[in-house]
Nanobody, 127 residues
């Protein structure tokens, strides 16, 4: 199982970025995909997830209305569109998956239960 996040960078407050997660080594469209983030000195935080069964999504309250998760036309791709970015969104963003935990608000709160992680991509929101 391999996951690779990309698309991070430096953006001004109010700007947008689109993160990509490329999955390989498993049927990515058959399992939920998660986005987590971790800021310096802070615990890893669930951002969003998308299910495999019905495409349902969940978001952390801090990003609702600003971030959108979606699967790509390619079955191994998942994207996180981030709009209206704030300095507090600055973090390393990781995509992840688990073969047992379904996408839910609860699973976003339990990063330690997620089995597979990719390397992160840095997002910095600063003027």
């Amino acid at each position: 199982v391999q996951l690779q996040a990309s698309g991070g960078g430096l953006v001004q407050p109010g700007g947008s970025l689109r993160l990509s997660c490329a999955a390989s080594g498993f049927a990515a469209d058959s399992f939920p995909i998660y986005w987590f983030r971790q800021a310096p000195g802070k615990e890893r935080e669930g951002v969003s997830c998308i299910s495999s069964s019905d495409g349902s999504t969940h978001y952390a309250d801090s990003v609702k209305g600003r971030f959108t998760i979606a699967r790509g036309n390619a079955k191994n791709m998942v994207y996180l569109q981030m709009n209206s970015l704030k300095p507090e969104d600055t973090a390393v963003y990781y995509c992840a998956t688990d073969f047992e935990a379904a996408c839910s608000s609860r699973s976003l709160q339990n990063y330690y239960a997620i089995d597979y992680w990719g390397k992160g991509t840095q997002v910095t929101v600063s003027s």
